[in-house]
Each structure stands twice: as C-alpha cells, then as structure tokens.
T-cell receptor, first 111, second 116 residues
C-alpha cells in the first residue's frame, strides 16, 4: 500500500458545484495532516492543516478519520480560480519530520 | 521578500556534470526539506534537516546526491555526475518546530533542472 494515495482525477466540475476529494494514508501513527494546492508549474502552497475535530476555512472543509486512515477536502461553491492540483500530505513513517505527499488530485472548474 | 528563496531558478547541464542548488529558508524556521518533483507526480521527499543536523534521507536518494546545511541557515543540494533521469523540479521547504506535531512547510519556487 502506498503511503499516501489520492484519486488523480481529473475532476471536471461547473462553477458553483461542490466537490470532495479523499486521501488515504498507511501510517496509523501519523499525527500531522495537510492539504496543499499546486498550480501548474508553481510550487505547492499550504491550503489548510487538518485537525482531528475537522476544520473549515471559508468554502473549504477538511475532515480526518483516524479509524479509517483517510482525510477529505470539501470545496463548496467552486470558483474558476479553484482549478489546481490538490495534494494530500501526511507525516511519514519513522520520523516526525518527513512529510509525504500524495500524487495530487487535479480539479478543473468550468464556467 | 521573507519567503523561501531558491537559486538558481533554472539550470541546464550536460550529462555527467555536477550541479549545486541553494536554498535560503524563512529566517526563523529551523526545519528545512528538499523534495524532487516530476511532471504529474507529487513532490518526492529527498532529505530533511533540523538546524544543521540532517535527520533523514530517502532510501531513493542515490549516493550522487548530497545535501548540507552547515550553519543551520541556508542549505545546498549537490548532484554529482548528473543523469537524464535527474531532470526534475527541485523544491526546498522550511518550517517551524512542530511542538509535538510536524508544522506546516512553506515552499520556495523551486529549481528546474534539465539534463541534456
């Protein structure tokens, strides 16, 4: 099983749609979880951290399910500017410092 | 600009040459990471420092790759005897200490390496 797995997509959605991404991770001892956003040929940028109780930032909601070892990202009222690749990140096995990235899920929001 | 800075932004080199990249982290960040990313893939972990100590190296990192952070500030990544398969974007990131968890990492704009 890969350390961090994501559906690569692409997810093609109309403006205003709600879209959800899931990510599974293999290390049950992981403590730190993040969603990053990456635009084409740019560096990854932190979108939000994911906390055990779940957290929301505007149109974005992140959830963590430790029992099933997955995290999710929900985007409501999609904007054209949300088009990007969304990377799931988990701290890796054997070290707190090693951040493991998934391959990313590509989102394309159409007018 | 107080973000993570990487230099150069682009590097084209001939196969077999050595290359060195530099990363200047955000000033108060004591953790520094190096990643490699190829098209269509997520960033692949290479190595990580806490202050000047290199705490972890990926098993995928061949002995042609070496990284240093001599004074716990900037870091260099050297690739010796480059191969075409080394062509990628090399990303540096830095973070604060995590206080029981791993803190959010912030990335530089990367160095794009092309080996011809």
């Amino acid at each position: 099983r890969k350390e961090v797995e994501q559906d690569p997509g692409p997810f093609n959605v109309p403006e205003g749609a709600t879209v959800a991404f899931n990510c599974t991770y293999s290390n049950s001892a992981s403590q730190s979880f993040f969603w990053y956003r990456q635009d084409c040929r740019k560096e990854p940028k932190l979108l939000m951290s994911v906390y055990s109780s779940g957290n929301e930032d505007g149109r974005f909601t992140a959830q963590l399910n430790r029992a099933s070892q997955y995290i999710s990202l929900l985007i409501r009222d999609s904007k054209l500017s949300d088009s990007a690749t969304y990377l799931c990140v988990v701290n890796g096995e054997g070290s707190q410092g090693n951040l493991i990235f998934g391959k990313g899920t590509k989102l394309s929001v159409k007018p | 600009d107080t973000g993570v800075s990487q230099d150069p932004r682009h590097k084209i080199t001939k196969r077999g040459q050595n290359v060195t990249f530099r990363c200047d982290p955000i000033s108060e960040h004591n953790r520094l990471y190096w990643y490699r990313q190829t098209l269509g893939q997520g960033p692949e972990f290479l190595t990580y420092f806490q202050n000047e100590a290199q705490l972890e190296k990926s098993r995928l990192l061949s002995d042609r790759f070496s990284a240093e952070r001599p004074k716990g500030s900037f870091s260099t990544l050297e690739i010796q005897r480059t191969e075409q398969g080394d062509s990628a974007m090399y990303l540096c990131a830095s973070s604060l200490p995590g206080w029981g968890r791993v803190a959010e990492a912030f990335f530089g704009q990367g160095t794009r390496l092309t080996v011809v």
